[in-house]
């Protein structure tokens, strides 16, 4: 069973940063790929970013492009979301998920393991 514990949301005002983090336990991290998601009130939960197991390859939603930046720290098993110039829409609730295969993936199925979401409000 592997655990993915988050932290770093919080309220923000519009064009501001936070970063997110995401610790995992319970199997070999350096061997799969990770991902974040995210879910706004009353829509449903959409890709964000994606990395490989070795942070060679990673995958963005446009929407986010050029303004997150995924990375990972396979001695801490640790996965990082840093978000700059942060809008109102990028409000809503973040996911880190543990993939099932090594590379990056921006589909949902190919994750085995959720966190438990952390808040981010971007104020305008």
């Known amino acids: 069973q592997v655990q993915l514990v988050e932290s770093g949301g919080g309220l923000v005002q519009a064009g501001g940063s936070l970063r997110f983090s995401c610790a995992a336990s319970g199997r070999t991290f350096s061997d799969y790929g990770m991902g974040w998601f995210r879910q706004a009130a009353g829509k449903e939960r959409e890709f964000v970013a994606a990395?490989?197991?070795?942070?060679?390859?990673?995958e963005y939603a446009d929407s986010v492009k050029g303004r997150f930046t995924i990375s990972r720290d396979n001695a801490k098993n640790t996965v990082y979301l840093q978000m700059n110039s942060l809008k109102p829409e990028d409000t809503a609730v973040y996911y880190c998920a543990a993939g099932r295969y090594s590379y990056a993936t921006n589909l949902p199925g190919n994750y085995d393991y959720w966190g438990q979401g952390t808040q981010v409000t971007v104020s305008s």
């Open positions: 990395i490989s197991w070795n942070g060679y390859n990673k």
